[in-house]
């Protein structure tokens, strides 16, 4: 959804319209990934995910 360090080798992050869009269209649920931290995971929520997978969110980093 937005830019990340992990996900950089598979291209531009899409956005939210389009995780709207796959929420919109799916008939499972969808998780936000990309980018995702505790600031966005209600935004996620808004656009229809149905939870959010993250890895700096609930990885500790020492150089903060």
Known sequence: ILATPSKESFGPPLGWSALATATGAASIPILAIGGI??????????????GIAAIRAFVRNEAR
């Open 37 to 50: 931290d505790r600031e966005h995971a209600a935004a996620a929520r808004a656009h229809g995910a149905a």
